[in-house]
């Protein structure tokens, strides 16, 4: 099979056991292993809501949409974002039928903050962060540029899962961010089949989050007036036009059982970076890396670095059957986003130049130091040493 860049790791028996009891008790919908989720994630992460739904794309698709309608923002405003991320946080602005608009990323390839506050017009409403790779970035200065003009801030956490701060908090929580999105997609670090979290500190965007992914249902007004013999039990009212975007028990057990080891393997995850950089230290003129600021302790969902002829050395990986991966192409590229295309000299770079090393549980050192071998025999040997460039 060679080696693959993401291959999730679960704890079988213990997955196993928590659908066994989603089975028994004919309870595999909302409600009971998903409300266990929610409560373990708000212990672990410190965000005081948290709602599970079945994508980290819902999420963000409704973090925009819920902010739209309570800030009453118009179509046509602006949210700056990054171009070098999944589709899924730009479609979440077009979808919502307001306009992204791309500021560049840094060093670390997250949201650079001068070029965030250079893309400030009179139509922004709000940032989207992408803390690409488990990587924070320069997120505290997004932090306060938001804070200074005003600005609403989701932060797209799909790669965060476990992503700390040097004291031990958490991303997001804490009045950071307005909304924080989770992805617990298949191959990111606490791995299900798909299922996400939206994160809050809001009360009232999370009780909208609960209506808005649940058909736009609102079973509170009767389960107030609901009396001991369960009457209106069946009754409803129903105030929007919602989305079905809510997860549910089986993939919550899934979770269940996952989150008790993501802090060991994300360690795992930092031990295979600083293996890789170990074995690229040498060569800083033609293997580029990303900056982690002291503050982060990255969840490293990703290994990246910049190279020359990154396709070539794709197929040459290949080749010796190891599959690295992308990410991301510039979503400027995209016809879509075109209108962008050129606009961000950094995402451009990266777009052209970043390859993600494999990083999961099943690779060894001795992996890294076969893999790294191979990049560094293809840059030197086979590129003549070529600067980066
Ligand atoms: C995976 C990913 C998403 C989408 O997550 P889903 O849970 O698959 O919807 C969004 N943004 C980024 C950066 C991602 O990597």
Redesign the pocket.
């Known amino acids: 099979m060679g080696i693959q860049l993401f291959k999730a790791n679960f704890a079988v028996e213990a997955c196993l056991k928590q659908v066994r009891e989603c089975l028994e008790k004919g309870w595999t919908g909302m409600g009971f292993k998903t409300v266990e989720l929610e409560e373990a994630w708000k212990e672990y992460t410190g965000h005081k809501y948290a709602y599970y739904l079945n ?6 698709y409704m973090a925009v949409d819920t902010l739209k309608e309570v800030c009453g923002w118009d179509n046509g405003d602006e949210i700056i974002s990054t171009p070098l ?5 730009n479609h979440a602005i077009a979808k919502n039928n307001m306009n992204a608009v791309f500021a560049d990323v840094d060093d670390t390839l997250c949201l650079d903050p001068q070029s965030v506050e250079e893309h400030i017009t009179d139509k922004t409403r709000a940032v989207i962060f ?1 803390g ?1 790779g488990g990587n924070t970035g320069r997120l505290g200065e997004v932090k306060k540029i938001c804070k200074n003009y005003g600005l609403k801030l989701i932060i ?1 956490a ?2 965060m899962a476990g992503t700390r701060y040097r004291d031990g908090s958490i991303p997001g929580a804490n009045g950071e961010a307005d909304i924080t ?8 670090n606490l791995p299900t089949g ?3 979290m939206i994160c809050t500190d809001d009360a009232e965007l999370d009780e909208i989050f609960r209506k808005k992914a649940w058909l736009g249902i609102n079973k509170d007004t009767y389960t107030r007036a609901m009396n001991k013999e369960g009457t209106y039990k069946w009754k409803y009212n129903v105030e929007y036009v919602g989305d079905k975007y809510n997860g549910n028990s089986i993939m919550a057990g899934i979770a269940l059982a996952q989150l008790p080891f993501l802090d060991r393997d994300n360690a795992y995850r930092r031990t295979l970076a600083q293996w890789y950089t170990d074995e690229f230290a040498q060569y800083p003129n033609q293997i580029g890396l990303v900056t982690v600021l002291d503050d982060c302790i990255s969840s490293r ?1 990703l290994y990246q670095i910049f190279v020359n002829d990154r396709d070539g050395l794709m197929m040459y990986l290949n080749a010796n059957d190891v599959y690295p991966g992308v ?2 192409m510039s979503n400027t590229e995209y016809s879509m986003y075109s209108y962008a295309k050129g606009s961000c000299v950094n995402a451009d770079f990266a777009s052209n130049h970043i390859i993600s090393l494999p990083m999961h549980m099943e690779i060894s050192h001795k992996d890294v130091k076969y893999i790294a071998k191979l990049v560094v025999k293809y840059l030197m040997d086979i590129r003549g040493g070529e600067r980066l460039k």
């Open positions: 994508s980290n794309t819902a999420g963000l991320t999944f589709i899924s946080t992408v690409l797209d799909a790669h999105v989770y992805s617990f997609q298949a191959v990111k798909d299922s996400g969902h990410h991301y």
